[in-house]
């Protein structure tokens, strides 16, 4: 049974930092695409970066607004996708979830949100 687990939301000042992490289980994660999606209120949900699995070269791919701020990572050995997110806006307040597709179906995590305010 595939689960995604998000954790490392809060609420950061502009300009602040944040690492969110996905804890995956239930699949061969190595072997698999892994996205950071995120959802704004009243917004449709977007795809933020994408890292390919290692099989498949782990190359990274990020929306044009937050290149050079956002980073996505993976640790195979312990089957965790990260975001690290620096320089960030008040346009990035959402809830960020974690992605993946197995076998032609989609999962998605439960989200964590994150808040960027003054």
């Known amino acids: 049974q595939v689960q995604l687990v998000e954790s490392g939301g809060g609420l950061v000042q502009p300009g602040g930092s944040l690492r969110l992490s996905c804890a995956a289980s239930?699949?061969?994660?190595?072997?698999?695409?892994m996205r950071w999606y995120r959802q704004a209120p009243g917004k449709e949900r977007e795809l933020v970066a994408t890292i390919t699995s290692p099989f498949a070269g782990g190359s990274t791919n990020y929306r044009d607004s937050v290149k050079g701020r956002f980073t996505i990572s993976r640790d195979n050995t312990k089957n965790t996708v990260y975001l690290q997110m620096n320089s960030l806006k008040p346009d990035d307040t959402a809830v960020y979830l974690c992605?993946?597709?197995?076998?032609?179906?989609?999962?998605w995590g439960q989200g964590t949100q994150v808040t960027v305010s003054s």
């Open positions: 992605n993946t597709n197995v076998w032609g179906q989609n999962y």
């Open positions: 239930g699949f061969t994660f190595s072997s698999y695409t």
